[in-house]
């Protein structure tokens, strides 16, 4: 399952190829993966025409800004040498021509002709800043928004990639791989590919004016962000204080802290030498603070190396990162603790296994 590193890895992906390039159409091709709206077709007509200001994580959510690719002018300051044609688009330099075709569940791949009349669908003519204005959730100013500057509201796609999700920038004719459940087509001849083969994954548009907190409602449950200053060692301490549950438990709890799943708990406890089933209460402070830096570290060190090998997660260009290689307890049950050479056990927690080393974690 995708973790934090693995989605920082995406959206950091993401954000180097996706941006301002306006979306001319899509297709879904498994319905239950659009978690909002109900329709196909709203959800489709919600994108197109936009264009994706910024990708931002939260937790294990990814969040595109969306934008009004008119918008865009009115801050680079050369709005003067455009011209916007009905729909609101611009006409710029050889830029192609826009496409209006929303297509539902047929896969045809070609896009680029104007075969769908239907597609007058537009969420015109709110102009939404292109400033980033991210709605923070009261509880947690690390969302990833500064604060608002413009009493707009922009829209946003959601995704969450789950177990299997995976987002790839390609060509439309690229082969379409069996488990493609959305496609979204971009100008200039691009394509945003959800391949999903467990269908777990989800997408959702939360159009403007919404904060996505109230479409997307697990984001309402998140806390702070491991790396944000609200996660702080006294905040992590008064989490943990006098609970009678699994210190494993309780980092899996995305309501503590946001994004760190099984892999990266099972690392950082073995780092402090932490069993996973030590209950939170018998922690002391050096533990604690321990874990907290531990936290951080492991975080860090994944996505400095994009991400783990332990799914089938894979980056925008479909490249597996590199993680796996240093683990020092997860999914190494059975193996030579690489510290002192005891064998790693593993045991289940809250339904998930754990890994530690007998010695090296108390
Ligand atoms: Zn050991």
Redesign the pocket.
């Known amino acids: 399952m995708p973790e934090l590193p693995e989605v920082e890895t995406v959206k950091r992906g993401l954000n180097q190829v996706t941006l301002h390039q306006t979306i001319t159409g899509g297709d879904v091709l498994l319905d239950r993966t659009i978690a909002h709206p109900s329709s196909m077709q709203d959800f489709l007509a919600g994108l197109q025409g936009t264009a994706i200001a910024q990708w931002h994580r939260r937790g294990k959510y990814l969040l595109a800004e969306l934008e009004k690719p008119a918008a865009r002018g009115q801050n680079s300051g050369d709005e003067g040498v455009r011209s916007r044609n009905l729909e609101g688009k611009e006409d710029k330099e050889d830029r192609e021509e826009v496409q209006n075709s929303v297509r539902l569940t047929h896969r045809k791949p070609k896009f680029g002709s104007a075969d769908s009349p239907e597609a007058k669908i537009q969420n015109s003519p709110t102009l939404q800043s292109p400033i980033i204005n991210h709605p923070s959730p009261p509880s947690s100013p690390s969302s990833p928004c500064p604060s608002p500057r413009s009493p707009l509201t922009p829209a946003y796609l959601g995704v969450h990639l789950r177990m299997t999700g995976q987002l790839l920038w390609v060509t439309p004719d690229t082969p379409l791989p069996k488990h493609t459940r959305v496609r979204l087509f971009f100008e200039g001849d691009r394509e945003l590919r959800f391949v999903d083969q467990r269908t777990f994954g989800q997408m959702w548009w939360v159009p403007p004016e919404v904060t996505p907190e109230t479409i997307i409602t697990g984001l309402q449950r998140l806390g702070p962000e491991p790396f944000s200053d609200e996660f702080s060692i006294a905040y992590f301490t008064q989490c943990l204080k006098n609970r009678q549950r699994p210190i494993k438990n309780a980092l899996l709890d995305q309501a503590i802290v946001a994004g760190v799943g099984n892999i990266y708990a099972d690392e950082a406890l073995?780092l402090s030498g932490i069993r996973p089933q030590t209950l939170c209460t018998r922690l002391n402070r050096k533990q604690i603070q321990q874990l907290h830096a531990n936290i951080r570290l492991v975080l860090a060190a994944s996505i400095e190396a994009k991400g783990t090998t332990f799914s089938s997660f894979r980056s925008v260009d479909g490249v597996n990162g590199n993680y796996g290689g240093i683990a020092w307890v997860y999914a190494r049950d059975g193996e030579p603790?690489?510290?002192?050479?005891?064998v790693?056990e593993r045991l289940k927690l809250a339904g998930r296994s754990a890994h530690f080393?007998?010695?090296?974690?108390r």
């Open positions: 073995f603790c690489r510290t002192c050479g005891m790693i080393c007998p010695k090296c974690q």
